[in-house]
């Protein structure tokens, strides 16, 4: 009853805690209770959880009475590095040692972490761990694989639109006289066949035309107001979904207006917007789709592996069906589409004109809950 009546005063969580006497007496679990870092405490032995601050409970995902009750082998699935680090720790070879590890969680995604193990000298059979997430890392490391696969995107798109271009036009050139000739013969039964060729040569032509778009037009400049793109993009999309489909903002008025290409930028989020208005068409026929935009100001975020003291956050959020699995990683790739009739280009233009801000997209996403984030630097 100690433990709990130490931890109720502090947190009010006592009923899941650990009974263990002599964690209790070392007095150290109303210090690590108020720590903002991740702490979990292990039995040395059987490596049980005896204890799990709050911060613990966010990452992991679990309330400390499912933790009291778990080893941990049931939370984690290939942590044999950390095992044998803790036993080292056990049986006194070091003080206290760190690593990175990838934790991996039954049906759950893995956490990239850093992670501190420690001997507790006043309660010698026990272990500490403290875990923090290797977020800066991953994200940078995410951030510029995306910069370099759209670098090399763009160029093979603008090559292969020219390619594609010249023989093209010669095509529906000859489809065009051919048809005329078919026309003055009589034969208006041949001719469905050309008018087949010229339809589809124009279809490739606006699909050309679409690959190019982005490299086509100069960067024009001026100052953007961006809940003035949020609220073109809403109209548009509205008129396109009157019925179904609800468009909530989340804006924080605050945000200042900064240089940048407002065409570019409305085309980026309209892509975007209406990519998941068409992904919530069930939804939509049921009456309950939701899409919300949601801007706020970020400081000191690193975009491209520049510090940014001030930038634009900007959410765009769905409750639809998320991205399949199995596009969900090439989801910004050119003609990669989870839609039978889709083209495949909007979100490759969407991450360019932003790219074209010094910006960056992305995006997470699970079944009910799909986040298209937007990065723009305002500040540098």
């Not at 006043?122 to 500490?128: E, H, M, S």
């Not at 977020?135 to 370099?148: A, F, Q, Y």
Request: net charge negative; hydrophobic share 40%; aromatic share 4%.
């Amino acid at each position: 009853m100690v433990l709990k009546n130490l931890i109720k005063a502090k947190k009010g969580h006592a009923d899941s805690l650990s009974d263990d006497v002599q964690l209790v007496n070392s007095g150290l679990l109303p210090g690590l209770e108020a720590l903002p870092t991740v702490v979990l405490v292990l039995d040395k032995r059987a490596l049980r959880v005896a204890f799990a601050n709050p911060s613990a409970e966010s990452m992991l995902d679990l309330s400390r009475k499912q933790l009291a009750q778990m080893l941990w082998s049931d939370i984690f699935t290939n942590a044999e590095e950390l095992v044998t680090t803790i036993g080292a720790i056990a049986e006194h070879r070091f003080h206290a040692t760190h690593l990175d590890a990838v934790l991996e969680r039954p049906g759950r995604e893995p956490l990239h972490v850093h992670v501190i193990v420690g001997f507790l000298e006043v309660a010698q059979d026990y272990v500490l761990l403290e875990l923090f997430e290797n977020e800066r890392h991953l994200k940078s490391d995410r951030e510029e694989r995306i910069h370099d696969l759209t670098a090399v995107n763009k160029q093979l798109i603008r090559n292969l639109a020219h390619e594609i271009k010249n023989p093209l036009g010669g095509i529906r050139g000859a489809a065009q006289l051919l048809e005329f000739e078919l026309g003055a013969r009589e034969r208006h039964d041949l001719r469905e066949y050309t008018q087949v060729i010229v339809k589809e040569s124009d279809r490739l032509q606006t699909l050309v035309d679409r690959l190019l778009e982005p490299h086509r037009h100069p960067h024009v400049v001026g100052d953007v107001n961006i809940h003035e793109v949020c609220e073109r993009v809403r109209a548009v999309i509205l008129a396109e979904f009157p019925r179904g489909l609800t468009i909530e903002r989340d804006y924080d008025v605050s945000l200042p207006d900064f240089r940048g290409d407002k065409e570019q930028l409305i085309q980026a989020l309209l892509n975007i917007v209406r990519n998941a208005a068409q992904a919530l068409r069930d939804r939509i026929s049921q009456g309950d789709a939701k899409i919300e935009l949601r801007t706020r100001i970020a400081r000191k975020v690193t975009i491209a592996k520049r510090l940014c003291k001030l930038a634009l956050d900007l959410h765009v959020i769905d409750n639809g069906p998320g991205i399949p699995e199995e596009i969900r990683d090439r989801i910004f790739y050119p003609l990669v589409s989870g839609r039978e009739d889709g083209s495949g280009l909007g979100l490759t233009l969407a991450q360019t004109f932003v790219q074209q801000h010094d910006g960056l997209i992305e995006v997470e996403s699970r079944p009910g809950h799909t986040e298209f984030q937007i990065l723009l630097p305002l500040e540098t």
